[in-house]
């Protein structure tokens, strides 16, 4: 398995930005996708952008698109998702999670299988 820590949350104004990191351990070469999620309050975990481990494909959610990037540094087994003009919509927390295997349905949470704690954002107007 793999085990996933986020960090770089926290409380910004409307048109801020934060970078997200998330530290990999584990059995990181077996990694197929890696991807944020984030949940708000009395809402489902919805999909935020993910991205292959070997050839740095991505795919976002339509509302973070031009806004939010997702990276990766093999090297450091680390994924970023930096967020740029965040709104107050874009509050929650989020969280990183990893697949071992190929699916078409990457931003489906039921289908990642390691996650991490969770790292609070909030967007205030």
């Known amino acids: 398995q793999v085990q996933l820590v986020e960090s770089g949350g926290g409380l910004v104004q409307t048109g801020d930005s934060l970078r997200l990191s998330c530290a990999a351990s584990?059995?990181?070469?077996?990694?197929?996708?890696m991807g944020w999620f984030r949940q708000a309050p009395g809402k489902e975990r919805d999909f935020v952008a993910a991205?292959?481990?070997?050839?740095?494909?991505?795919n976002y959610k339509d509302s973070v698109k031009g806004r939010f990037t997702i990276s990766r540094d093999k090297a450091k087994n680390t994924v970023y998702l930096q967020m740029n003009n965040l709104k107050p919509e874009d509050t929650a927390v989020y969280y990183c999670?990893?697949?071992?295997?190929?699916?078409?349905?990457?931003?489906?949470?039921?289908?990642?299988?390691?996650w991490g704690q969770g790292t609070q954002v909030t967007v205030s107007s």
């Open positions: 999670a990893a697949r071992m295997y190929y699916t078409a349905r990457y931003d489906d949470p039921t289908n990642f299988g390691s």
């Open positions: 584990g059995r990181t070469f077996s990694v197929y996708y």
């Open positions: 991205i292959t481990w070997s050839g740095g494909s991505t």
